[in-house]
């Protein structure tokens, strides 16, 4: 059974950064795609950024290009997400997923889910 616990989140000011963390539990990272999600309050859950098992690549949304980086230690069976110069619209509840095989961004491709871990950028 696949286990996700996210950690990290906090209340910072803009400019500011924080360090996620997903602790994995269950799967073989080589097979897996690890996602992070974000959802904010009425918005639709979308995709930040993934990183793929198999090779170690990355990939980012647009919006979080150049401030935000994706990271795995597969000795820890955790992945990281590496926020910085945190803007309020990057206020919201950041998920970890994971995803047997190859994934984009997509939620619908993932299928397990940790619990959120929330994130508020305000002055």
């Known amino acids: 059974q696949v286990q996700l616990v996210e950690s990290g989140g906090g209340l910072v000011q803009p400019g500011g950064s924080l360090r996620l963390s997903c602790k994995t539990s269950?799967?073989?990272?080589?097979?897996?795609?690890i996602a992070w999600f974000r959802q904010a309050p009425g918005k639709e859950r979308e995709g930040v950024s993934w990183?793929?098992?198999?090779?170690?690549?990355?990939n980012y949304a647009e919006s979080v290009k150049g401030r935000f980086t994706m990271s795995g230690d597969n000795a820890k069976n955790t992945v990281y997400l590496q926020v910085n110069s945190l803007r309020p619209e990057d206020t919201g509840v950041y998920y970890c997923?994971?995803?047997?095989?190859?994934?984009?961004?997509?939620?619908?491709?993932?299928?397990?889910w940790g619990q959120g871990t929330q994130v508020t950028v305000s002055s």
């Open positions: 269950g799967l073989i990272f080589d097979y897996y795609t």
């Open positions: 997923a994971a995803a047997f095989g190859i994934a984009t961004m997509e939620p619908y491709e993932y299928d397990s």
């Open positions: 990183l793929s098992g198999s090779d170690g690549s990355t």
